[in-house]
């Protein structure tokens, strides 16, 4: 079948994983080892993720009110997202190009991953409304978060190689988010070997692909099998398919910088 066949060539790509994860343990500067496995994730990614979107690292978030991110692992954009300053691989985007974010761990415990949960929080929170309105177009919104929204609001997702005990990560997890809204929580939380944590229905077990309010948190522990890269494909897969933008409009990014001075008109 061609879900045997795609689960067996993902179960394939974790093995080489985590070799290659295995590999970058022997570089010296804990720079270079953790740029590595960024490059890992942000490879996988750009496998499995639906055409019109990309990954990128090394980059910085900027809003119109002057909010700069914290440097993100992974930032996923729309790929028709202006380069703006791209030097020696750096990247500063507009937050309205923004999708998402991938935090990308070496061995999440739980100061990284309240740390990943701020820096979604944060990025989540940054406005998003440098876009140009398109007459006469019915106006789309997304619902997400238990509320709706008037764009593609960022989502937060932490990857990791190796963690601490995946039931003790989910509840240092839940008790962060029992006193922020849903809005602020992250997507999912995915362990290379281990499995996975996402919010889904408490009642019937079914998964969300974004939290909302009395949404339970689901601890799924990884077939031995397919790892967990197959479950995350497929969540990645219908997250960002459904990803969209209203054209950017640089203008906003001006703000009260003069753009010239009137010297001549002609009327015909």
């Known amino acids: 079948?061609?879900?045997?066949?795609?689960?067996?060539?993902?179960?394939?790509?974790?093995k080489r994983m985590r070799a290659d994860f295995e590999q970058s343990?022997?570089?010296?500067?804990?720079?270079?080892a953790g740029t590595s496995r960024e490059v890992?994730?942000?490879?996988?990614?750009?496998?499995?993720?639906?055409?019109?979107?990309?990954a990128v690292h090394n980059v910085e978030v900027i809003s119109t009110d002057g909010e700069v991110s914290p440097q993100s692992d992974i930032v996923i954009i729309d790929r028709?997202?202006?380069?703006?300053?791209?030097?020696?691989?750096?990247?500063?985007?507009?937050?309205?190009c923004v999708y998402g974010m991938v935090e990308v761990k070496t061995k999440l415990d739980k100061q990284q991953l309240l740390d990943s949960c701020e820096k979604i929080s944060r990025l989540r929170?940054?406005?998003?409304?440098?876009?140009?309105?398109?007459?006469?177009?019915i106006a789309r919104t997304t619902a997400a978060y238990g509320d709706t929204y008037d764009h593609f609001p960022t989502s937060g997702v932490v990857v990791a190689f190796d963690s601490l005990d995946l039931c003790t990560i989910g509840k240092h997890l839940m008790e962060w988010c029992k006193t922020r809204n849903p809005s602020e929580w992250p997507d999912s939380v995915w362990v290379?070997?281990?499995g996975y944590l996402q919010w889904g229905d408490p009642q019937t077990g079914?998964?969300?692909?974004?939290?909302?309010?009395?949404?339970?948190?689901?601890?799924?522990?990884?077939d031995p099998d397919q790892d967990v890269l197959l479950p995350l494909a497929i969540h990645l897969?219908?997250?960002?398919?459904?990803?969209?933008?209203?054209?950017?409009?640089?203008?906003?990014?001006?703000?009260d910088r003069p753009l010239g001075k009137y010297a001549r008109a002609w009327n015909v």
């Open 1 to 14: 079948m061609a879900t045997d066949k795609l689960g067996n060539i993902l179960s394939s790509v974790a």
């Open 25 to 32: 343990r022997n570089f010296n500067h804990n720079g270079e």
């Open 40 to 54: 890992l994730i942000q490879q996988f990614l750009s496998g499995y993720l639906p055409a019109h979107v990309e």
């Open 80 to 96: 028709g997202t202006p380069p703006f300053t791209s030097l020696a691989g750096f990247r500063i985007i507009p937050n309205e």
């Open 125 to 137: 929170r940054m406005p998003k409304n440098a876009y140009r309105p398109i007459p006469g177009v």
């Open 192 to 194: 290379v070997g281990k």
């Open 206 to 222: 079914v998964l969300y692909r974004s939290p909302r309010a009395g949404a339970a948190l689901f601890q799924i522990d990884a």
């Open 237 to 255: 897969n219908i997250h960002f398919s459904e990803a969209w933008m209203h054209p950017l409009n640089l203008a906003n990014y001006a703000g």
